[in-house]
């Protein structure tokens, strides 16, 4: 018999998965904290969009509190990397033992480009091989570093060079790897001088991996659907449920049903490893690109929330404004709130609040001190809250108190 599951109780599953109501305040988080959560999360999300933070710092703040980020990145670039890069749900860092379980996707790529006669790689293979071999001379390099005529940009921003897309073309197919960031220039080498022998001998099958990943899933996200934890890391339909089978048969997954999520919805399975919380205490921002919140379809049948970031919708049509996180209160998602660091003024700028309806009375009130915590964090001595939102005045009297 398949058992049934509130929607409360999902919802406090899904959020204890994915790391909220432990936190301890009696240490300061360090690499051992930082990587267990990466490990129980299976990846943070790299975004370029710095006007808050860049995305991959803002899961351990949420889930940690005030950290220092210098030991984030020794986690991810240097002798002592213990994260890597690829595509995995997008760009993202991963734990390192995870990367083999992507050579499918990695040959995927490798095999289309070599289906399609007019494509970019194929019209540039002279390229791609003098990049390898350029890198095999001199070893890791980023882009910008690259002494080649094709190393022009074509536009601004994504108006990538040819070492540039090269380079990205490589990455994509398994030829090179990650090596760590510069200033957020990401630095390309060879595989065997990134990583271990013993990583490199690492044998997958593509079923294998499929039923890891779903696992690593599923335990992120505690309870979930076919879809759900399809999207965790873009993966097929056909291929997830196939895994989810295996899972079931083994006794990682357990069939669960979760009836006001509506009869297309309601078949989910839950991690045998999953708590299942009475309560969540928790007080927090949450990137626009966490796991959280994601996969939107999730986050308005988990938490009842619509949520859109607005960094691509022209300024007069945006509703709640360019970089909005939303805020987790306990087991919700009650509102969203835009914040900008103005570095040079030394000042966290909340350019708009918003609170959802039936957010609790003392919405304000919870939310000060994590801002104050978070403008902490940033080494910023001030916060300003613009008059902009339905959550904006209390924020402000909440702050001044």
């Known amino acids: 018999m398949v058992q049934t599951v509130s929607a409360a109780l999902a919802r406090r599953v899904a959020v204890a998965a994915q790391g909220f109501g432990a936190r301890s305040t009696a240490t300061t988080p360090g690499i051992r904290q930082l990587h267990a959560l990466v490990n129980r999360l299976g990846l943070l999300q790299i975004d370029s969009v710095n006007v808050f933070e860049r995305s991959h710092y803002l899961p351990a703040f949420s889930r940690l509190g005030h950290y220092d980020k210098a030991q984030l990145d020794r986690l991810t670039t240097g002798p002592g990397a213990r994260l890597t890069e690829y595509w995995a749900h997008e760009a993202s860092y991963l734990p390192l033992d995870t990367w083999p379980l992507f050579r499918w996707r990695m040959e995927q790529y490798r095999s289309l480009a070599a289906r399609t006669s007019d494509s970019w790689a194929a019209a540039n293979r002279p390229l791609l091989n003098w990049l390898l071999a350029a890198l095999a001379a001199n070893g890791p390099m980023r882009a910008s570093e690259v002494e080649h005529d094709a190393n022009k940009r074509s536009g601004p921003w994504w108006g990538w060079s040819d070492v540039k897309l090269g380079l990205e073309t490589l990455f994509r197919w398994g030829d090179v790897a990650a090596a760590g960031r510069v200033r957020f220039e990401r630095v390309y080498g060879l595989p065997e001088q990134v990583y271990s022998p013993e990583l490199l001998g690492r044998t997958v099958t593509k079923p294998d991996a499929h039923r890891e990943l779903i696992g690593l899933a599923a335990r992120a996200h505690g309870i979930g659907t076919a879809k759900d934890l399809a999207d965790y890391f873009r993966l097929k339909a056909a291929p997830t449920l196939h895994a989810i089978r295996e899972l079931e048969d083994s006794g990682d997954l ?64 945006r509703v709640f404004g360019y970089y909005s996180l939303p805020i987790l209160l306990d087991e919700a998602i009650v509102g969203r709130v835009d914040l900008k660091n103005d570095r040079q003024a030394g000042v966290l700028r909340v350019q708009a609040a918003w609170s959802e309806a039936g957010a609790p009375a003392d919405t304000a009130e919870r939310l000060a001190p994590v801002l104050r915590e978070a403008a902490a964090w940033q080494n910023l001595s001030d916060i300003v809250v613009v008059p902009r939102g339905t959550l904006a005045p209390a924020l402000a009297r909440a702050l001044r108190s």
């Open 254 to 317: 357990t069939a669960v049903t979760v009836p006001e999520w509506g009869t297309k919805s309601a078949a989910a399975w839950m991690h045998r490893d999953a708590r299942l919380p009475r309560r969540i205490q928790a007080a927090t921002v949450l990137s626009p690109f966490d796991p959280v919140v994601w996969e939107r379809a999730r986050a308005l049948r988990m938490f009842n929330f619509h949520y859109r970031i607005e960094i691509y919708t022209p300024e007069p049509k």
